[in-house]
């Protein structure tokens, strides 16, 4: 495996850095046509009539070789979605991830609070990672405290990025198309760390979290 990888993007990737494919149970047709995807149902996007379909389409789908964590999931206090709908498909969601013993990649706006609680409640034996992290480095020491890794994407907050254990970091680049290697030089010289060293420890938090390794 190449020695920089892009835990979280919507775009499907090319070479030459390695990708995790996000995308939706509608999208899952295109699955095939990549090395590595997670597959979620987004909180933006949750309705009571398509829920059922949706279900069954991601039961099936967790299980091909391509696939290797659940979501994005989440919880969003600022989306039209029900409150108790969000609920419902993140505890879904947290729970098949779970029981897979897979990674669960989340969408958090305005709830990190609610989603460490959930984490402290649940116990789940597999990693939940929080995407796109952007809050300040108190919220970011809570997240790593509560056992969450956080994966910094094109914009983030350098102070922020200082407060975490490098043992718990991931990089992205969401929906942006600034390569992901520009974020992880962009790290490098925020952490005072050589490009290639924090490249080689993400890669060893992938392997854990991603590959059981």
């Avoid at 996007?45 to 279900?55: F, G, I, R």
């Avoid at 659940?70 to 609920?87: F, H, I, N, R």
């Avoid at 460490?116 to 034996?125: E, F, G, I, T, Y």
């Avoid at 405290?145 to 718990?168: I, K, M, T």
Wanted: with cysteine; glycine share 4%; aromatic share 8%.
């Amino acid at each position: 495996m190449t020695s920089i990888i892009d835990i979280h993007t919507h775009i499907i990737p090319t070479q030459p850095a390695k990708a995790v494919w996000s995308c939706m149970p509608s999208d899952v047709a295109q699955i095939t046509n990549v090395e590595y995807a997670s597959i979620g149902i987004h909180p933006w996007y949750v309705t009571c009539d398509a829920l059922s379909n949706e279900k069954d389409i991601l039961e099936k789908a967790i299980l091909l070789p391509q696939v290797v964590a659940v979501g994005e999931a989440g919880l969003d206090k600022l989306c039209s979605t029900p409150w108790s709908l969000q609920m419902e498909v993140f505890l879904y969601q947290a729970q098949m991830a779970d029981r897979l013993n897979v990674p669960l990649i989340i969408h958090a706006v305005k709830t990190h609070n609610e989603i460490m609680m959930l984490r402290r409640k649940l116990k789940p034996r597999n990693a939940w990672v929080i995407h796109g992290f952007r809050g300040k480095p108190q919220l970011a020491a809570q997240c790593v405290d509560a056992g969450l890794y956080l994966s910094f994407g094109a914009r983030f907050n350098a102070e922020s990025l200082l407060c975490v254990p490098v043992s718990s970091l991931f990089f992205e680049t969401d929906e942006s198309l600034l390569p992901i290697a520009q974020t992880y030089q962009q790290a490098a010289q925020i952490l005072s760390m050589d490009s290639k060293a924090l490249q080689a420890q993400v890669m060893q938090n992938v392997d854990k979290v991603f590959f059981n390794g």
